[in-house]
């Protein structure tokens, strides 16, 4: 089991920046891929980024340039950090683990893991 522990949301103007970090514990951190999903209100799950257990990352287009992933295995951590943030950022922003082949980062469904979620909302 992985438990994972998200924090730093909150309320932000548009333009404006937050940092989010997911805190992991159970299993050994490094061999997990983590990503960020996104959920508002009447809609689906969202992938945003994810970070390959070598660091490589990967993001979804509309928060390219604006949004970096990165993890710190020796605290066992994982970070989303959020610029130039839009009303249309505004949602639960949720970490998950994957202990697969994370082939298909995009999808939530091959994520075994997840934390409990963390209100981001930007207002315009």
């Known amino acids: 089991q992985v438990q994972l522990v998200e924090s730093g949301g909150g309320l932000v103007q548009a333009g404006g920046s937050l940092s989010l970090s997911c805190a992991a514990s159970?299993?050994?951190?490094?061999?997990?891929?983590m990503g960020w999903f996104r959920q508002s209100p009447g809609k689906v799950c969202e992938f945003v980024a994810c970070?390959?257990?070598?660091?490589?990352?990967y993001y979804a287009d509309i928060v390219k340039g604006r949004f970096t992933i990165s993890r710190d295995n020796a605290k066992n951590t994982v970070y989303l950090q959020m610029n130039s943030l839009k009303s249309e950022d505004t949602a639960v922003y949720y970490c998950?683990?994957?202990?697969?082949?994370?082939?298909?980062?995009?999808?939530?469904?091959?994520?075994?893991?997840w934390g409990q979620g963390t209100q981001v909302t930007v207002s315009s």
């Open positions: 998950a683990a994957d202990g697969g082949t994370n082939i298909n980062y995009e999808r939530p469904s091959v994520y075994e893991y």
């Open positions: 970070i390959t257990r070598s660091g490589n990352a």
């Open positions: 159970g299993r050994t951190f490094s061999n997990y891929a």
